[in-house]
Structures are given as C-alpha cells and as structure tokens.
C-alpha cells in the first residue's frame, strides 16, 4: 500500500462568488478528509490585469449572479460594492496577493481576508492599496509582503499555476479534483451538500 497520499487539488479564485458561496460546504469536505489527502489550492485566475472600468452590463451581469447565489445557497453580499467602487473586471492582483502571502503560509488566512472584504465590506480586491491594507491588518511581514506582492516573479508564478489549472480541467472555479498516483479525476461540485462530495471522495481514495 502506497503511503504517499493522494492529492485533492481545489481549484478557485479569491474573487469568484460561486467559490465563495461554496465555502462553508467546502470547510466542511475539508475537515472530514483532511487525513486522508494532501489538500492543495490551486489559482484559477478568473479575470486578467485591466485598468478598464467594468462595463455597466457586465456590473448588472455579476450582481445578478450575486442575487442568484444568495437565493440558492443563503450567502451574503454586500451590494453597495457597486456604488461605492470603480469595478474592474481583474482578478489577477489579489491571486498575486494570495500568492504573496502563500509564502509566509497565510493562504487561507489571506483568501478569508479578500472574501469578506469583497463581499461583506464592498472593498474592492481589484485595487493594491486594499490588498497591501489586508496583508498589513494579519500581521503578515509587509515588506516582504510588498516585495513579492509586486514581483515579476510572483506573476510567472500565477501564469503557471494557471496554466496548471487549465490543464487538470479546472476551467471553471471551484472545481475538485484527485490526483491519485498521477491519475487525475475530476470531482462533480454539489453546492449544497458536503457529505455527496465526502462519499465521493472516500470511494475513489
């Protein structure tokens, strides 16, 4: 029996509603399988750099999908990020956040950190200054924060890990998959219920 366990990728983006409507379901998967697999984030990278302003029927677009989710799951949102922002459709700074802060082991406690500031206190993840404040409020060292938040290197990194993504399948966030001794099968998300995706997982494992 191999002792190398098998690895469960989660694939997502800090700015992706669905992944955060999805969060309470997948802390639940996460707990109960936690032993059994080596749990990996792995960065979508939903929505490239841009400076340009968000088109009005784009804006409308994602906060219907913000109505949708709140009616289907109970998440909520804080709908004044739309008058109280200049929406950009770009995802890439606070995946380049994530990463900064994966390096001095704060992923999760920096992806908590973007979600509830994008969704529950209507900043905007789009925009350094506000990614720079969150790094700052956990603690993290921010000079080094600052430093690979900026680099040329960490973006090499997000291309990569992207590219990763795209090539497992992961073209939509969340998505799920095992990797067990190099065969990579994908996990059906159930948005709903933890313990489908649980027995799942237990029986491929």
């Given at each position: 029996m191999s002792s190398v366990k098998p690895?469960?990728?989660y694939v997502y983006d800090p700015m992706c509603s669905w992944c955060w409507g999805y969060k309470p379901v997948w802390h639940k998967i996460k707990q109960a399988?936690?032993?059994d697999?080596?749990?990996i984030y792995v960065l979508g990278g939903l929505a490239p750099d841009t400076d340009e302003i968000m088109p009005e029927m784009m804006q409308a677009q994602i906060a219907s999908y913000w109505k949708k989710i709140e009616k289907y799951l109970g998440t909520k949102f804080?709908?004044?990020f739309w008058t109280e922002n200049t929406p950009r459709r770009a995802t890439y700074p606070a995946c380049r956040a994530i990463l900064a802060a994966r390096y001095q082991g704060a992923e999760q406690v920096m992806l908590d950190a973007v979600q509830m500031a994008y969704y529950l206190e209507a900043k905007n993840p789009s925009d350094n200054p506000v990614l720079i404040t969150l790094a700052k409020q956990l603690g993290l060292?921010?000079?080094?924060f600052e430093i690979d938040f900026?680099?040329?290197?960490t973006q090499q990194a997000l291309l990569t890990e992207v590219a990763f993504a795209r090539k497992i399948g992961g073209d939509s966030?969340?998505?799920l998959f095992i990797d067990k001794?190099?065969?990579i099968v994908e996990i059906p998300i159930n948005y709903e219920n933890a313990d489908t995706t649980i027995g799942h997982l237990k029986s491929v494992i």
């Open positions: 690895k469960l990728y399988v936690a032993d697999v080596d749990i804080n709908y004044e060292n921010i000079a080094q900026l680099s040329s290197q966030f969340p998505s001794a190099g065969k």
